[in-house]
């Protein structure tokens, strides 16, 4: 509840804008923006802020001011903002609508929801908005880098789905985190030992073995 807004977070219905207004007119007080996205200031009538960024807003205050008002100056900041309503479907625990910050993120609902079952997808987290899908999020780079960069904004309505996990190996042995992952891009025993933090000390660099199932019936061993 106190991450700073961004400047280019979206001002919306719901959010609310605390103005400090000096000059030939003082004004001081905290304004909500209402369902058509406007807010009403005395003497200045209603401006519609809705859709207005952060960073735009002290301008495009004071050019509407300015239509009534001269030799005066403002300063604008956010109050309590807005909540906005997501949706987190497929493999996820806890399925279900979430009525979230509007600051929050699609990793925030990821952990909302739970995360994804053991069945459920880490590297191919899908947001949709507006019947498009606008982002495959790949889990792994925080849970195996701790890089969140491509983490995205979320908007009201927006649905995420989870769905079942891809292709799998599994990474048994002398490597620093034995496991089952999920791969993405990978397409060599190397990128893979790299997934599993690589190979411990006392590994023999020289010699690994493979398994494979052919056709869900024919197994196969190389070394």
């Not at 996820?92 to 997808?121: C, R």
């Not at 891009?185 to 190397?190: G, K, P, Q, R």
């Not at 790299?194 to 199932?213: C, P, Y």
Request: hydrophobic fraction near 40%; charged fraction near 20%; proline fraction near 4%.
């Amino acid at each position: 509840s106190d991450v700073p807004v961004t400047p280019y977070y979206v001002i919306g219905p719901g959010d609310e804008l605390r103005l400090q207004i000096w000059g030939q007119i003082n004004l001081r007080g905290s304004y909500i923006v209402d369902r058509t996205g406007s807010v009403s200031l005395p003497g200045a009538g209603t401006i519609h802020v809705a859709g207005v960024r952060f960073d735009h807003l002290t301008d495009f205050l004071r050019s509407q001011l300015a239509r009534v008002y001269r030799n005066f100056d403002l300063n604008v900041n956010m109050g309590q903002l807005r909540s906005i309503q997501v949706f987190v479907v497929g493999e996820a625990n806890m399925p279900g609508s979430y009525t979230i910050g509007s600051l929050s993120t699609l990793l925030n609902a990821l952990f909302y929801a739970g995360g994804p079952k053991p069945q459920g997808s880490l590297r191919d987290i899908q947001l949709k908005r507006g019947g498009k899908t606008i982002d495959h999020f790949d889990l792994y780079d925080v849970l195996l880098h701790g890089d969140k960069s491509n983490d995205v904004q979320l908007a009201s309505g927006d649905v995420i789905f989870i769905p079942p996990a891809g292709k799998q190996v599994a990474v048994v042995g002398s490597v620093n985190n034995p496991a089952i992952y999920e791969l993405r891009n990978e397409t060599t025993i190397e990128q893979v030992l790299q997934l599993a933090g690589g190979r411990t000390t006392i590994a023999v660099n020289s010699k690994a073995r493979v398994e494979r199932i052919y056709d869900h019936a024919v197994r196969s061993v190389m070394e």
